[in-house]
Antibody, heavy 121, light 108 residues
């Protein structure tokens, strides 16, 4: 059974960089045609797609976050990562990682449990 | 960006009753539409993709329909475990993939 687990600091200071890693188990991150994505949810609010990566390194970003966002993959560790720079309180959210069934298949069929990241001094 | 709207925002339903949730897109999404269920403190769970295909393990009481810009999720007979928030998501016009604001289904 495929499992995804987010990890990283739960508290980040304003203007600093938020970094999270998603570890995939029960399957290979290099399996075609799966893509791997990040989604976030501010407390009490709805869902926002952040970006997606393929094991080859191809990335697709939300234009609203693109200037601050980097998503990378480490196939040797079966992990992919998110870096969001210059964070503000508006970036406070539960961050989820998940699997897309394929390119342009934007829905998520497997989700991590989510991790709360709070931006505060 | 394709803007998704959902109605109603809140739906009060008695157990055993039918629930009908609506999702509208600001432009056609050509049935590239998914539905998720989310319970408090949990990640969303995929229910429907391709507007009408149930995901693995999803009970038959959940069904999806629609085309173009108008989509519907129907829960034929609500069970206690179905009280949750439901989100639609389009994946036709991207980036970005976009979600609706959600419909909360609670016990009447």
């Amino acid at each position: 059974q495929l499992q995804l687990q987010e990890s990283g600091p739960g508290l980040v200071k304003p203007s600093e960089t938020l970094s999270l890693t998603c570890t995939v188990s029960g399957g290979s991150i290099s399996s075609s045609p799966y893509h791997w994505g990040w989604i976030r949810q501010p407390p009490g609010k709805g869902l926002e797609w952040i970006g997606t990566i393929y094991y080859s390194g191809s990335t697709y970003y939300n234009p609203s976050l693109k200037s601050r966002l980097t998503i990378s993959v480490d196939t040797s560790k079966n992990q992919f990562s998110l870096r969001l720079s210059s964070v503000t309180a508006a970036d406070t959210a539960v961050y989820y990682c998940g699997r897309h069934p394929g390119y342009s298949y934007g829905y998520i069929d497997y989700w991590g449990q989510g991790t709360l990241v709070t931006v505060s001094s | 960006e394709t803007v998704m709207t959902q109605s109603p925002a809140t739906l009060s339903v008695s157990p055993g009753e039918r629930a009908t949730l609506s999702c509208r897109a600001s432009q056609t999404v050509r049935s590239n539409l998914a539905w998720y269920q989310q319970k408090p403190g949990q990640a969303p769970r995929l229910l429907i993709y391709g507007a009408s295909t149930r995901a693995t393990g999803i009970p038959a009481r959940f069904s999806g329909s629609g085309s173009g810009t108008e989509y519907t999720l129907t829960i034929s007979s609500l069970q206690s475990e179905d009280f949750a928030v439901y989100y639609c998501q389009q994946y036709n016009n991207w980036p970005p993939f976009t979600f609706g604001p959600g419909t909360k289904v609670h016990i009447k």
